[in-house]
């Protein structure tokens, strides 16, 4: 059961912390490090609100709460540049899971194909990716938004994404104005039940 108002009784200087991180994108020198500061706090602010014990408990609690759903909503609604993002961050879709590419894959599938020949391969071998049941042309529900969003975190933390290569710059600077202007628009860490 989720209990916002638990990061409002959090620790003030450790949710002062996750706020500083949202709000430090400007000092970042990279869109990597941008993302990366804000997931922490985003993560740190699920684990309270949440009490779960793993990332996939948190996700999966967040991506289906009433209240997140709703928020999400009304931001592609009402704001025309949030609305842009996430379209253009499903431009991108599917989002693969990187480790399972390696795994059914082989280790060298980025590099040793061409996109579409990638695509043909990892649709055979059944190739984990997000969002799940996810329409082309549609605009992603909130579950499919944070779950693609969680899979670039993956992906990027466990060493697959580079600064270099466009598409992943690209990605991550999705995510990054995704979850910064979900968390700065919705107020979501100063809400309580």
């Given amino acids: 059961m989720i209990n916002f108002g638990n990061f409002l009784h959090l620790d003030p200087e450790a949710a002062g912390l996750a706020r500083k991180l949202v709000e430090a994108n400007d000092e970042q ?53 949030f609305r842009s993002v996430v379209v253009e961050f499903a431009k991108m879709f599917p989002i693969l899971n990187v480790r399972d590419v390696r795994k059914k894959v082989g280790r060298d599938a980025f590099y040793r194909y061409g996109r579409d020949a990638l695509f043909k391969k990892v649709t055979l071998a059944r190739v984990k990716h997000q969002p799940v049941g996810w329409t082309s042309g549609t605009v992603p529900s909130w579950p499919q938004v944070l779950r693609a969003v969680y899979l670039v975190r993956c992906n990027l933390f466990h060493g697959a994404k580079s600064a270099e290569n466009f598409r992943d710059h690209q990605l991550v600077g999705f995510c990054d104005s995704i979850l910064r202007m979900f968390i700065e628009r919705t107020k979501c860490f100063e809400w309580s039940d």
């Fill in 29 to 81: 020198r990279s869109t990597f490090s941008s993302f990366a500061h804000v997931w922490m706090a985003f993560n740190g602010w699920m684990e309270c609100v949440t009490e779960a014990e793993t990332d996939s408990a948190m996700i999966n609690a967040i991506a289906e709460q009433v209240k997140m759903v709703a928020a999400y909503n009304q931001l592609l609604a009402e704001a025309p540049e």
